[in-house]
């Protein structure tokens, strides 16, 4: 019976040196300045527009998650099963958002542009309870043979939660 021996490996290699110390520095040095700029970004948003901004980009990642899953077929994500107008209406709510960024507006625009957040929102959440019913009803015609996967609900309570950051804007943090 013949073993293999293996080599001790060459210490001189470069592939098995350790990162030296200023390449770490350098990457810590760049971690800080993203969260410094990300810091930047958010610190001046009221809570309303960061709850809008927040939900309406978990809504855009949302169609992307498994949707639908059916017995001898491949999983549906939101995109290719009814969540091409969440994605479209997380588009309009970033775009919405980024306008009232870019400029200081008197509080009538403020609340129109709140005003549209809550009415994205709801188009969002009609539109997941016009799908939630229609897959239900999909399902009982196939005996529970397709099952509703967690990136509808997650989509579904984003659509919530845009609704929910317009009206805190609207009411200006304001809620009795």
Same mark, same amino acid.
């Given at each position: ?9 060459? #210490? ?11 390449? *770490? ?35 855009? *990642?949302?169609?992307?998650? #498994? ?64 799908? *939630? ?44």
């Amino acid at each position: 019976m013949v073993f293999e021996t293996r080599q001790r490996p060459d #210490p001189d290699d470069q592939k098995l040196q350790a990162p030296d110390a200023r390449m *770490l520095a350098d990457l810590a040095f760049e971690i800080e300045r993203l969260e410094r700029d990300f810091r930047a970004l958010f610190s001046p948003l009221p809570s309303g527009k960061k709850l809008s901004l927040i939900a309406a980009t978990g809504m855009i *990642l949302g169609v992307f998650f #498994p949707w639908l899953s059916l017995q001898n077929a491949p999983t549906e994500i939101g995109l290719t099963c009814g969540g091409a107008v969440h994605f479209f209406l997380g588009i309009a709510t970033l775009a919405n958002i980024e306008r009232r960024i870019e400029k200081t507006h008197d509080l009538f625009t403020t609340r129109r542009h709140a005003l549209l957040d809550i009415v994205i929102g709801l188009m969002a959440v009609l539109s997941s309870t016009i799908l *939630l019913v229609y897959y239900a009803s999909l399902r009982s015609d196939m005996h529970g043979a397709m099952d509703i996967r967690f990136g509808f609900y997650v989509v579904l309570i984003c659509s919530t939660l845009v609704s929910l950051g317009g009206f805190l804007q609207f009411t200006r943090g304001k809620v009795v």
